[in-house]
């Protein structure tokens, strides 16, 4: 089992860009979700994912979009790039709420100039 | 409203000393789930041990131990012996009645030799 897998593992993207961060599981999980990590703030939820099909904001949605057509498949969209937006991106999976760990994937370092 | 506090930003302990990590949590709800991860310098989010609401008793893994009690709304971390291998950052965190994860701000654990 690879877990999750995340890519790229470094991006560097000019203000106004757009791109795709890549993540996939292969542990059959429902949930999904999409953190970025700042210094000193923790992780701060972007988006998640309860199913394929559904998806919901967390609590920073702005400038990034998501979708789910599997279940596998979790890529988040950054639309127009903004140095705001540099930062450490996990993905994560669950299988289900309650008591079920959040699997990480290794991450993806995001540098907007 | 949830929330998470770990009031220790950074500790600094040398090799074979016990640290105590302090996680304080918030929520109404009778029915939630505690969880610690680990961030090592390497930067993967590692699951450490979760607790469910319902459940009071400690937990001891090897040279690691919880301490859960509600009266206090605390879950705090033990490392007995500490180890330079312990230098991370740890992360508490906080799910009640949906799916999202709360997440303290970390605590940074630099283990001197």
């Known amino acids: 089992n690879a877990g999750v897998t995340q890519t790229p593992k470094f991006q560097v993207l000019k203000t106004g860009q757009s791109m795709t961060l890549q993540c996939a599981q292969d542990?059959?999980?429902?949930?999904m979700s999409w953190y970025r990590q700042d210094p000193g703030m923790g992780l701060r939820l972007i988006h998640y994912?309860?199913?394929?099909?559904?998806?919901d904001q967390g609590e920073v949605p702005n400038g990034y979009n998501v979708s789910r057509s599997t279940t596998e498949d979790f890529p988040l969209r950054l639309l127009s790039a903004a140095p705001s937006q540099t930062s450490v991106y996990f993905c994560?999976?669950?299988?289900?709420?309650?008591?079920?760990?959040?699997?990480f994937g290794n991450g993806t370092r995001l540098t907007v100039t | 409203a949830q929330k998470v506090t770990q009031a220790q930003t950074e500790i600094s302990v040398v090799e074979k000393e016990d640290v105590t990590l302090d996680c304080v949590y918030e929520?109404?709800?009778?029915?939630?789930?505690l969880f610690w991860y680990k961030q090592p310098p390497s930067g993967e989010l590692v699951f450490l041990i979760r607790r469910n609401s319902f459940d009071e008793q400690n937990e001891i893994s090897g040279r690691y131990s919880w301490n859960f009690q509600k009266s206090t709304s605390s879950f705090n971390f033990t490392i007995t012996a500490s180890q330079v291998v312990d230098s991370a950052v740890y992360f508490c965190a906080l799910r009640d009645s949906n799916y999202q994860l709360i997440w303290g701000a970390g605590t940074k654990l630099i283990i001197k030799p």
């Open positions: 929520t109404r709800d009778t029915t939630y789930y």
């Open positions: 542990m059959n999980h429902e949930y």
């Open positions: 994912s309860v199913g394929a099909g559904i998806t």
């Open positions: 994560a999976s669950s299988y289900g709420g309650g008591n079920s760990p959040l699997h």
